[in-house]
Nanobody, 115 residues
Framework: VQLQASGGGLAQAGGSMRLSCAASGSIFSILNMGWYRQAPGKQRELVAQ???????NYEDSVKGRFTISRDNTKNTVDLRMNNLKPEDTAVYYC??????????WGPGTQVTVSS
């Protein structure tokens, strides 16, 4: 599965942003999918995931602010981010959960939140 994340940019604290991930390949609908992020100097972390059946789970720091959704007819998975905080600044990636090998990671999309 090839993955392409988009929608990042610059936002002010308290603002909103929507990320989108387009996936190629016929197996998308059977994969659990997630949004990951990597801040400078930190390890990549999984912040939101959606199962193949639509169930969702979130990392504690984004609960109530981020919403993940998927459209299996379009092979897309989105991340809606509200009430953004400077600590949300990171490169955001989409990938399966668990993630694929190193070649499965796309370039990600940069999200920068200013205070």
């Amino acid at each position: 599965v090839q993955l392409q994340a988009s929608g990042g940019g610059l936002a002010q604290a308290g603002g909103s942003m929507r990320l989108s991930c387009a996936a190629s390949g016929s197996i998308f609908s059977i994969l659990n999918m997630g949004w990951y992020r990597q801040a400078p100097g930190k390890q990549r972390e999984l912040v939101a995931q959606v199962s193949r059946f639509g169930g969702t789970n979130y990392e504690d720091s984004v609960k109530g602010r981020f919403t993940i959704s998927r459209d299996n007819t379009k092979n897309t998975v989105d991340l809606r981010m509200n009430n953004l905080k400077p600590e949300d600044t990171a490169v955001y990636y989409c990938n399966s959960v668990p993630s694929g090998d190193s070649s499965s990671w796309g370039p990600g999309t940069q999200v920068t939140v200013s205070s």
